[in-house]
């Protein structure tokens, strides 16, 4: 019987929306995390922050890691803004090289340290694939106040952000194989939905009130939960 699990990530795995009726990000009161402790009886304590890569959530997991032997589980939830660059300077320089937050390679070498670091202090870690995104809504929402033709010269078309983002799910994916460490995939079930974007924000990468209650049912069905 599972009685407590931690989590480390972003703000997916925070609960943060964004709020169109008042035009800013909020803290979903029944997020995934919230539903799951609620429905399950599990204690969830939730370390992710908002705007987290890879590298600050391993600072964080670094603040709290002698606490990992406490919790059954230690969920990972990381991705979504390593695989993310800084469209301001994409506006402004389209050819230029531009860098992710972490590059496809450092990712996968950090967040493999991430999971032996999480148990060789007594954590059970277990991986939380990315939730896909709705390219066109997304690019809508950075190229706000931006230059959206020099922004879409540097993509060459809107899709590829989409594939870019799938790379860093598929990531999470391959290290869940090669690290033995079971992943729960949340992805597929906004993929078999008829439109996965009913399910996400109006930015197009935060899974919504109800995209968070889709999320919630994949991890119940989880075995090992």
């Known amino acids: 019987m599972i009685n407590s699990v931690c989590i480390f990530g972003d703000s997916v795995a925070k609960g943060v ?31 992710a922050r908002f705007g987290c ?16 032997n406490q919790f059954d589980y230690t969920i990972l939830e990381f991705g979504g803004n390593d695989c993310d660059f ?6 402004k320089d389209p ?20 999971i032996d670091r999480v ?16 390219a066109k809504r997304y690019f809508k929402w950075i190229s706000k106040g931006l230059n959206a033709k020099n922004i879409m010269a540097f993509l060459g078309e809107v899709e590829t952000i989409y594939r870019w983002q799938e790379m860093y799910s598929n990531i999470i994916q391959e290290l869940s194989l090669s690290c033995k460490a079971p992943m729960i995939d949340i992805r597929s079930v906004f993929s078999e939905k008829k439109d996965f974007s009913d399910y996400l924000c109006e930015d197009g990468i935060h899974p919504n009130e109800k995209g968070h209650q889709l999320i919630s049912e994949a991890i119940e069905k989880e075995a090992f939960l």
């Open 17 to 47: 929306i964004f709020d169109a009726a008042k035009n800013k990000y909020c803290l979903l009161k029944e997020s995934f995390a919230n539903l799951v402790q609620k429905q399950q009886n599990i204690a969830i304590t939730n370390y």
């Open 53 to 68: 890569t890879i590298t600050a959530g391993s600072a964080i997991l670094a603040k709290h890691q002698s606490k990992l």
């Open 86 to 91: 800084n469209w301001q300077e994409v506006s």
């Open 95 to 114: 050819f230029g090289a531009h860098l992710c937050n972490t590059p496809a390679d450092l990712f996968r070498e950090q967040y493999t340290a991430l």
């Open 119 to 134: 148990r060789k202090n007594g954590g059970n870690p277990v991986l939380l694939s990315l939730p896909p995104i709705d």
